[in-house]
């Protein structure tokens, strides 16, 4: 089910082949282009689900919202982003590289302790190739990470979130070979590549809706910079009457 795009690329490829051998040249190439950015689609956006399961909301009766956090931990942002959480009785997800984590293994308990939960970012957040890894790759990725946050005493994770929330070929058999949930988002604000937190918000709260998975990171220069996303952000739940809450594993929408 999941590898049916492998079956399509195949008949793609017989398709070209068919009509290079009739000679029409034209078709051949118009054939054999067209997939291309139908499967960048699938890597790159996460509500594209044709390689596999991915969550980007979960269910719930109430104004609820669930705050994830990537690419900590770091001793300059975790314990601000912690205080800023607990002063406003807000709860989060945060998605950690197995490297940094290595590096500050202390602040793993710390986050566990404010009553927030840890997802596994990969060892080496590699996002300029996981799209291209190989399973084998891939699945070093995961695994090493997933030892890294065991070693720190975060336990086992079941929640998974590739650099940048890009896929890849693999990654879906590698997660369901872990029972790991590919957990992506609904509402983010491009935090890494934009440095205006109005606009970084603006564009969050036009997603927000009960159910929402918010993407904000950690090191980004409008979360931890002067001007600060994260206590913007809180006020403006709080304003809206959302909670932010961590989602029971029931209550995830593992959607195809
Ligand atoms: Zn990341």
Redesign the pocket.
């Known amino acids: 089910m999941y590898y049916a795009w492998v079956v399509f690329f195949h008949s793609i490829n017989l398709a070209t082949l068919i009509l290079l051998l009739t000679q029409h040249y034209g078709w051949a190439l118009a054939i054999f282009f067209l997939p291309a950015p139908w499967y960048m689609i699938q890597i790159m956006k996460a509500s594209a689900r044709a390689l596999g399961p991915a969550i980007t909301r979960f269910a719930t009766q109430r104004r609820e919202v669930w705050l994830t956090i990537?690419?900590g931990p770091d001793p300059a942002s975790t314990p601000k982003i912690l205080a800023q959480l607990e002063a406003r009785g807000a709860h989060a997800t945060f998605?950690l590289?197995g490297n940094k984590v290595q590096r500050h293994p202390e602040l793993v308990a710390e986050i566990l302790r404010h009553g927030h939960t840890i997802g596994n970012?990969?060892q080496s957040?590699p996002?300029s190739w996981f799209w291209i890894a190989s399973a084998k790759k891939t699945a070093e990725e995961i695994d090493t990470c997933a030892q890294t946050l065991r070693a720190a005493g975060a336990g086992n994770t079941p929640l998974f979130?590739?650099?940048?929330?890009l896929k890849n070929h693999a990654l879906h058999q590698q997660l369901a070979q872990r029972s790991l949930d590919l957990v992506l988002w609904s509402a983010r604000g491009f935090d890494?590549v934009t440095h205006n937190p109005a606009k970084v918000l603006a564009r969050i709260t036009a997603d927000l809706q009960p159910g929402a998975i918010i993407l904000i990171?950690e090191k980004s220069s409008v979360t931890a910079g002067e001007k600060e996303l994260l206590p913007a952000l809180l006020d403006h739940l709080a304003r809206e009457d959302y909670r932010s809450v961590i989602p029971p594993a029931e209550a995830l929408l593992r959607e195809i």
């Open positions: 990537d690419d998605f590289i970012h990969t957040h996002c979130r590739p650099p940048v929330g890494a990171h």
